[in-house]
């Protein structure tokens, strides 16, 4: 007998990386929240890999910090290793990357969770969407425990009839041997959901004792780590250092000799698994010519043995992986705690939703995170963070958020998954960002912290810091824009010093640093500053000083764009009464439904002939009513 449980603003199914993300940004914009989760003792936990961040990646979670998530915080208190990468090249593809301790992660997140007044977590199965008329009002658990709300949110990863393959062995599963969602994917197909099988799968994990290190290389943290949240002050001093090591021939052989072993080549494995993260089969297989591949040794965390063997994805039957481990040097002896696997799971295809990441033909419902097709745990964090946002807003009659392609990378990862879809797991890149110089790493609250106050999650005394951090930056770069660096003997000394010609004429000290080997420290001894400013301050001064041509001009991209983007298309738009337009576009079309004439250009299969088409017929007021 189903029963009423309680009535909420918004339901979070799930508590992965974008279900933690929902809860938090729904509650802080002022919804009574309920998160439903499998297993209390596994929220935000890591199925994969023990990190977070790292090219596009690091700056997700920076703009989810800076919009008010948690993510950034939380491995900030979490870490075991931080480094930077990519130092050696410009600030656009600059990325933080964090080794975590895993089990510590959980614990920190879980209680951040619980900290929050509006927010009640329950450990429950949901097995059943409540959708009457076009409308889904709440959910149904396996316990007949019935909860309402005005807004839902599935965020159920890759528990989605998941199903685990090792070797031969198949069995229903979620990620580390949890249960599995099964009714719930049947009924989201019951109610028209085109969904998709996807893959993913995790190496083995080895005890450290049984490692010898000496044949390895080391991998320290940075020496002075930075952080990705804005908040955070004090540094983490002792990390933990991970561990470079190669496969080889004997690896290779061995593989090639158990291919026939290998789901993914025995027809087992059916799901699509992600391009950008391949299993060690795969490595082999389609780069035979390399003599070997990198693998990297990652602490799961400060009290646990267990090292993740970054690298060594695979689905081979365990006698096989016994093997292969110990072809690897320094591993000749290791032991396996864990052994790897795939996991196969359904997804739904994301053109499906709209931007604000609500399901199309069901008003009030939500999807974020792997679900959604993606991969990774930042690209889910962004969306849940987004879908909350939202989710919010329609429960409680707001103003709802989309961030375009100029303003942050979720808001590419979310145009993508929108207007293109994807066939495979979805990674963020940085070449899928065509601004990827105005979304960098250092800049992502002077993008994003104005929006995260205005909307709610970011509280008074952060936004505080945040506008004294503004005004800091102005201040500095007019007191720059007028002060003079004059020639001198001490001057071009130091200029011979990091490889720059002598100044011969008076220059403003701005423009001055516009030359790639002068920074703010070599201004500051010939023009100084009155008082001494914080190394963010001077970072985003060199930066914009540096970039600003390349800046300026990414900008007059933007302006250009925005004008596709406020064309708006109107919803009774009938694309069959179009001439002109090609049969393929307008099946695109009316499959993603597009908002703006900016959307629908970046729709595959429309063409630049098309949208010109499109451009008359919107502007001359021809919309065709549909029947």
Request: proline letters at 5%; hydrophobic letters at 35%.
């Amino acid at each position: 007998m189903i029963y009423d449980a309680g009535h909420y603003d918004v339901i979070v199914i799930g508590s992965g990386h974008a279900g933690v993300e929902a809860a938090n940004s729904a509650v802080k914009r002022g919804a009574k929240t309920l998160m439903l989760t499998l297993n209390l003792d596994m929220i935000a936990f890591m199925p994969c890999n023990p990190s977070i961040g790292g090219p596009a990646k690091g700056v997700v979670v920076r703009e989810i910090d800076a919009l008010g998530g948690l993510m950034g915080k939380v491995i900030d208190k979490t870490y075991i290793q931080m480094r930077m990468l990519n130092t050696r090249k410009g600030p656009a593809v600059r990325a933080l990357r964090a080794q975590a301790d895993k089990p510590l992660y959980v614990q920190e997140m879980k209680h951040q969770l619980e900290l929050l007044d509006d927010l009640t977590i329950r450990q429950a199965m949901v097995e059943k969407l409540i959708v009457e008329d076009g409308v889904c009002q709440g959910v149904i658990t396996e316990t007949k425990a019935a909860y309402y709300a005005k807004s839902v949110i599935i965020t159920t990863g890759t528990f989605m009839r998941g199903s685990v393959i090792l070797g031969d062995i198949s069995y229903q599963s979620g990620p580390n041997n949890q249960r599995p969602s099964v009714k719930l994917s049947e009924n989201l197909e019951e109610l028209g959901f085109k969904l998709v099988r996807f893959k993913t799968g995790t190496p083995p994990r080895v005890n450290s004792k049984t490692i010898d290190y000496t044949k390895t290389e080391i991998q320290p943290g940075d020496e002075n780590p930075s952080h990705f949240s804005y908040e955070t002050k004090e540094q983490l001093i002792e990390q933990i250092p991970c561990w470079l090591t190669y496969t080889n021939e004997n690896t290779h052989q061995l593989i090639d000799d158990n291919l026939n072993l290998s789901p993914m080549y025995s027809g087992m494995i059916k799901g699509t698994g992600p391009r950008y993260c391949p299993s060690i089969e795969d490595k082999v297989v389609r780069f035979h010519d390399k003599p070997r591949h990198q693998i990297f040794l990652e602490p799961e965390g400060r009290k646990t043995e267990e090292v993740y063997v970054q690298g060594l994805s695979t689905s081979l039957p365990e006698f096989v992986q016994e093997k292969m481990v110990r072809t690897i040097d320094g591993l000749e002896k290791a032991e396996i705690m864990r052994s790897g696997y795939a996991i196969e799971y359904d997804a739904v295809v994301p053109t499906q939703l709209w931007p604000t990441l609500e399901v199309k033909n069901i008003s009030g419902l939500f999807t974020a995170g792997q679900i959604n097709g993606t991969s990774g745990y930042e690209e889910a964090a962004g969306q849940g963070l987004m879908a909350g946002i939202n989710a919010a807003a329609h429960a409680l009659e707001l103003e709802t958020l989309i961030l375009d392609r100029s303003q942050a990378y979720i808001g590419v990862l979310i145009d993508d998954l929108v207007t293109k879809g994807t066939s495979e797991p979805y990674r963020l890149l940085t070449s899928r960002a065509e601004y990827r110089l105005l979304l960098r790493h250092d800049n992502a609250d002077l993008r994003l912290t104005e929006i995260g106050y205005q909307i709610g999650l970011v509280d008074q005394s952060r936004y505080q810091v945040f506008q004294e951090k503004l005004t800091l930056i102005k201040e500095e770069q007019e007191r720059l824009k007028k002060a003079t660096i004059k020639p001198s003997e001490a001057l071009n000394e130091v200029l011979k010093q990091v490889g720059g010609s002598s100044l011969k004429e008076p220059i403003k000290a701005l423009d001055f640093m516009k030359r790639p080997e002068v920074d703010y420290q070599i201004i500051n001894q010939f023009a100084p500053a009155p008082i001494e400013k914080p190394a963010d301050v001077i970072e985003q001064i060199e930066i914009q000083a540096k970039y600003q041509g390349y800046i300026e001009k990414s900008m007059q991209q933007v302006e250009r764009m925005k004008k596709m983007e406020e064309k708006s298309i109107p919803e009774n738009i009938d694309y069959d009464a179009i001439t002109g337009i090609a049969t393929e576009a307008k099946h695109r079309l009316k499959k993603v439904q597009p908002l703006s004439v900016g959307q629908a250009s970046r729709i595959s299969g429309v063409n630049p002939a098309d949208i010109s088409i499109l451009l008359v017929y919107i502007e001359q007021g021809q919309i065709a009513k549909t029947i």
